[in-house]
T-cell receptor, first 113, second 114 residues
Framework: AQSVTQLGSHVSVSEGALVLLRCNYS??????LFWYVQYPNQGLQLLLK??????LVKGINGFEAEFKKSETSFHLTKPSAHMRDAAEYFC???????????FGTGTRLLVSP | EPEVTQTPSHQVTQMGQEVILRCVPI?????FYWYRQILGQKVEFLVS????????KSEIFDDQFSVERPDGSNFTLKIRSTKLEDSAMYFC????????????FGPGTRLTVT
């Protein structure tokens, strides 16, 4: 069975600081991994995805994530936080043969001036 | 840019009533999904639909739930007899392909069962 663990339900950073949101996955076969962002009262928007090509994946809004098989991790980073990055971030996993996305519990990013 | 739309944005219903949540997926997409998010909890998969039939469903998707693509554009989720615990945000999504393809999510329908 696939699963995702997101460490930290809340992460607080100052504007301009590094953003690091952690995601560890469990999958018996090579995974496809996704990061989605949810702004208040909105749906989910894809930030980036890993589908077995380059292990360092660049996404929208300056975010990137690195797939590390040895650590079963897919952490999301951004060098410099903006106020507009304040939102809920979800890591999700699926793999070949499945269509459903299995989501983590989410991490709320708070950005202070 | 094409987007997934959902109606209504908010639905209030009484326990035991039937509700139909509607979605218009992106027009060239072939796979359709419903997810739900109970307040404060994670997003949970309900069902996927391809080629006019259910291709995958979760344990949550019991006999009270059904999905339909009544025409070439709409995709609906029906809950036959709503329970209090069905209160949640319901998201529709669609994708061009199966595993590995981006799923595009709609803005959601907030269902409140009283």
């Amino acid at each position: 069975a696939q699963s995702v663990t997101q460490l930290g339900s809340h992460v607080s950073v100052s504007e301009g600081a590094l953003v690091l949101l952690r995601c560890n996955y469990s999958s018996s076969v090579p995974p496809y991994l996704f990061w989605y962002v949810q702004y208040p009262n909105q749906g989910l928007q894809l930030l980036l995805k890993y589908t077995s090509a380059a292990t360092l994946v660049k996404g929208i809004n300056g975010f990137e994530a690195e797939f590390k098989k040895s650590e079963t991790s897919f952490h999301l980073t951004k060098p410099s936080a903006h106020m507009r990055d304040a939102a809920e971030y979800f890591c999700a996993v699926t793999n070949t043969g499945f269509q459903k996305l299995v989501f983590g519990t989410g991490t709320r990013l708070l950005v202070s001036p | 840019e094409p987007e997934v739309t959902q109606t209504p944005s908010h639905q209030v219903t009484q326990m035991g009533q039937e509700v139909i949540l509607r979605c218009v997926p992106i027009s060239n997409h072939l796979y359709f999904y419903w997810y739900r998010q109970i307040l404060g909890q994670k997003v949970e998969f309900l069902v996927s639909f391809y080629n006019n039939e259910i291709s995958e469903k979760s344990e949550i998707f019991d006999d009270q739930f059904s999905v339909e693509r009544p025409d070439g554009s709409n995709f609906t989720l029906k809950i036959r007899s709503t329970k209090l615990e069905d209160s949640a945000m319901y998201f529709c999504a669609s994708s061009e392909g199966a595993s590995g393809y981006e799923q595009y999510f709609g803005p959601g329908t907030r269902l409140t069962v009283t």
